[in-house]
């Protein structure tokens, strides 16, 4: 019996505690959770900085509207301008509505409709980033489409240029796309980006809803490529579990998002706020920042030592601590298993292993995990008969 709407197929575990990479379910099993609710919980559970911080908040007050004059909000616009070189931010509450207002100022700030999205990629399920998403299962069933979306082949430069022309608004798209499968940007192509973006004065916009925030060990993916977005989204790990979604843009975008033209009851909310600021001052720190990419790059090394010969891996790639493995067969099978030895993993599209630890991981947590995922992919090799 449910009382819920099953729009997910959720898993046969019920969290009861949680504490940094660890979370103990009702039955009592522990579990290492290398999925960070979906690339949310970047400082882990139950941060104690961002408790502080949220707890201080708390006691000032949780709501007021935007109506009002707001430090806070301020504050964490400027932390994230610095981390970016992007002037100014508008809060939302997921990366949904984040990905909802680049579209709307894009769309306004350039007076054209159209906007080129990739195939496999996520933007999110409302109208408009169901319609930008390059993967037709999510769309079913909904009927007709916010028109002016084209969907080209991910790192193919030469399907861009066909795609884009002075029509075109913006071109969107994620650096390493999460959902889609953990498929890096290739460098040419943010060559071919740069260039189409300047002969067509097209706005980029890069979805770093799942990449921001640290997960690639730089404050955000693109400052891995050379690649300069006018308009970055953010959302997931921004909160570290509280709600809240983010629109980066450009100074000169400012006039076109005036008083009226966009807006969100609980966007910014100062809850979410005070997390953010906790988040920010914690993941922006260049320290931190290098030992995430250190982690990553030692999580890959550690798996490439102990399954690069593996006959059921295809590949092994990622970016800090944003690892797939794409596996020959179904992914979700593997992840199961991996459940039942104590390890939370995710899948990405139907082949790949999605990784996506608290960056305040350790080594040995990383050594454990590569040890429970070798071992399920080794029984799995035990051909039976
Ligand atoms: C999760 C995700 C979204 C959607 O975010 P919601 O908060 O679920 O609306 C959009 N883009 C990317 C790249 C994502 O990973």
Same mark, same amino acid.
Request: hydrophobic content about 40%.
């Given at each position: 019996?449910?009382?819920?709407?099953? %729009?997910?197929?959720?898993?046969?575990?019920?969290?009861?505690?949680?504490?940094?990479?660890?979370? !103990?379910?009702?039955?009592?099993?522990?579990?290492?959770?290398?999925?960070?609710?979906?690339?949310?919980?970047?400082?882990?559970?139950?941060?104690?900085?961002?408790?502080?911080?949220?707890?201080?908040?708390?006691?000032?007050?949780?709501?007021?509207?935007?109506?009002?004059?707001?430090?806070?909000?301020?504050?964490?616009?400027?932390?994230?301008?610095?981390?970016?070189?992007?002037?100014?931010?508008?809060?939302?509450?997921?990366?949904?509505?984040?990905?909802?207002?680049?579209?709307?100022?894009?769309?306004?700030?350039?007076?054209?409709?159209?906007?080129?999205?990739?195939?496999?990629?996520?933007?999110?399920?409302?109208?408009? !980033?169901?319609?930008? %998403?390059?993967?037709?299962?999510?769309?079913?069933?909904?009927?007709?489409?916010?028109?002016?979306?084209?969907?080209?082949?991910?790192?193919?430069?030469?399907?861009?240029?066909?795609?884009?022309?002075?029509?075109?608004?913006?071109?969107?798209?994620?650096?390493?796309?999460?959902?889609?499968?953990?498929?890096?940007?290739?460098?040419?192509?943010?060559?071919?980006?740069?260039?189409?973006?300047?002969?067509?004065?097209?706005?980029?916009?890069?979805?770093?809803?799942? %990449?921001?925030?640290?997960? !690639?060990?730089?404050?955000?993916?693109?400052?891995?490529?050379?690649?300069?977005?006018?308009?970055?989204?953010?959302?997931?790990?921004?909160?570290?579990?509280?709600?809240?979604?983010?629109?980066?843009?450009?100074?000169?975008?400012?006039?076109?998002?005036?008083?009226?033209?966009?807006?969100?009851?609980?966007?910014?909310?100062?809850?979410? =706020?005070?997390?953010?600021?906790?988040?920010?001052?914690?993941?922006?720190?260049?320290?931190?920042?290098?030992?995430?990419?250190?982690?990553?790059?030692?999580?890959?090394?550690? @798996?490439?030592?102990?399954?690069?010969?593996?006959?059921?891996?295809?590949? =092994?790639?990622?970016?800090?601590?944003?690892?797939?493995?794409?596996?020959?067969?179904?992914?979700?099978?593997?992840?199961?298993?991996?459940?039942?030895?104590?390890? @939370?993993?995710?899948?990405?599209?139907?082949?790949?292993?999605?990784? @996506?630890?608290?960056? %305040?991981?350790?080594?040995?947590?990383?050594?454990?995990?590569?040890?429970?995922?070798?071992?399920?992919?080794?029984?799995?090799? =035990?051909?039976?008969?």
């Amino acid at each position: 019996m449910t009382a819920l709407f099953p %729009t997910y197929a959720r898993w046969n575990i019920e969290p009861d505690t949680a504490k940094g990479s660890w979370l !103990t379910s009702k039955e009592g099993k522990n579990y290492l959770d290398y999925t960070s609710g979906i690339g949310v919980l970047n400082l882990g559970h139950g941060n104690e900085t961002v408790k502080a911080s949220v707890e201080r908040q708390l006691e000032r007050f949780w709501h007021t509207s935007n109506l009002f004059e707001n430090s806070e909000q301020e504050q964490a616009a400027l932390l994230l301008a610095k981390a970016s070189g992007l002037s100014r931010t508008f809060f939302a509450n997921s990366g949904a509505e984040a990905n909802e207002a680049a579209i709307k100022l894009a769309r306004k700030a350039t007076g054209k409709s159209k906007i080129v999205t990739c195939t496999q990629s996520f933007h999110g399920r409302t109208f408009a !980033t169901m319609a930008a %998403t390059g993967q037709e299962k999510i769309r079913v069933g909904y009927g007709t489409m916010l028109d002016g979306f084209t969907h080209v082949p991910y790192n193919n430069a030469a399907e861009l240029e066909n795609a884009v022309d002075d029509q075109t608004a913006a071109i969107m798209l994620e650096v390493v796309q999460g959902e889609g499968g953990i498929h890096l940007l290739d460098a040419s192509y943010a060559e071919a980006i740069m260039k189409l973006k300047e002969k067509h004065d097209i706005l980029l916009i890069i979805d770093e809803i799942q %990449t921001g925030i640290g997960r !690639t060990g730089k404050p955000f993916a693109f400052q891995h490529f050379a690649i300069q977005p006018d308009i970055i989204t953010l959302a997931k790990g921004l909160g570290n579990g509280l709600p809240i979604g983010a629109m980066l843009g450009r100074e000169d975008l400012a006039e076109f998002f005036g008083p009226g033209s966009h807006g969100s009851t609980f966007g910014g909310n100062p809850i979410s =706020i005070s997390a953010a600021i906790a988040v920010l001052s914690e993941v922006m720190n260049p320290l931190f920042l290098q030992e995430t990419a250190e982690k990553g790059i030692y999580f890959m090394q550690q @798996l490439k030592w102990h399954l690069e010969n593996s006959e059921f891996i295809v590949e =092994i790639r990622g970016l800090g601590l944003m690892i797939g493995i794409e596996l020959k067969d179904e992914a979700a099978p593997i992840v199961q298993k991996l459940q039942d030895s104590g390890l @939370l993993l995710l899948t990405a599209g139907p082949n790949v292993i999605r990784i @996506l630890p608290p960056l %305040t991981t350790d080594k040995n947590e990383i050594d454990l995990a590569v040890e429970k995922i070798s071992n399920v992919l080794k029984t799995e090799s =035990i051909p039976t008969a």
